[in-house]
């Protein structure tokens, strides 16, 4: 029984880390990143957002998101083709300098469109829903760049 133990006990551990270090299925198939809709839905409850101003925020994701997409996945083509060069080839310089500058044009695209976006989506708010957005982005703020909004 003794002997039993052990390896029992070491089972029961491995098996609970592995259901904690699941995929975390409650967040789907992207998680609940980069769904628009799911955002103007949660914009809606904590703005009270019209039936007009929904569908304003639908036409901006649809004039703004195709090119989003279009940026980053040229950004994610031009980092895999850094990652590929060859650091004793002759124009390795050259060719490191064309895609980081590459990366740079893209980022500032990436930046400009979001600054572009976020001034429409305000236009389309109240004065009072503006302050609100402000509060919880500035709540948010607190852990922008942190994964710990995932733990429970």
Same mark, same amino acid.
């Given at each position: 029984? @003794?002997?039993?133990?052990? /390896?029992?006990? %070491? ?6 880390? =592995? ?10 198939? &992207?998680?609940?990143?980069? $769904?628009?809709?799911? &955002? ?25 998101? /195709? ?8 950004? $994610? ?8 060069? #060859?650091?004793?080839? @002759?124009?390795?310089?050259? !060719?490191?300098?064309?895609?980081? #500058?590459?990366?740079? =044009? #893209?980022?500032? @695209?990436?930046?400009?469109? !979001?600054?572009?976006? %976020? ?11 503006? #302050? ?10 607190? !852990? ?7 733990? @429970?």
């Amino acid at each position: 029984m @003794k002997r039993l133990i052990v /390896p029992v006990l %070491s089972l029961m551990m491995l098996t609970s880390t =592995a259901a904690f270090a699941g995929d975390h299925g409650h967040h789907g198939d &992207k998680g609940h990143h980069g $769904k628009f809709e799911n &955002k103007v839905e949660f914009l809606t409850q904590k703005l009270d957002l019209t039936e007009e101003q929904q569908t304003q925020l639908k036409s901006l994701q649809e004039e703004y998101m /195709p090119e989003k997409g279009d940026i980053r996945a040229k950004m $994610k083509a031009v980092r895999e083709e850094m990652e590929a060069l #060859d650091v004793n080839a @002759k124009d390795y310089d050259k !060719r490191l300098n064309e895609l980081a #500058d590459a990366v740079a =044009a #893209d980022a500032g @695209k990436q930046a400009k469109n !979001r600054i572009l976006f %976020s001034g429409k989506m305000k236009a389309v708010l109240t004065q009072e829903q503006r #302050d609100e957005l402000a509060k919880m982005m500035e709540k948010r703020g607190d !852990r922008k760049g942190s994964k710990d909004h995932h733990k @429970k």
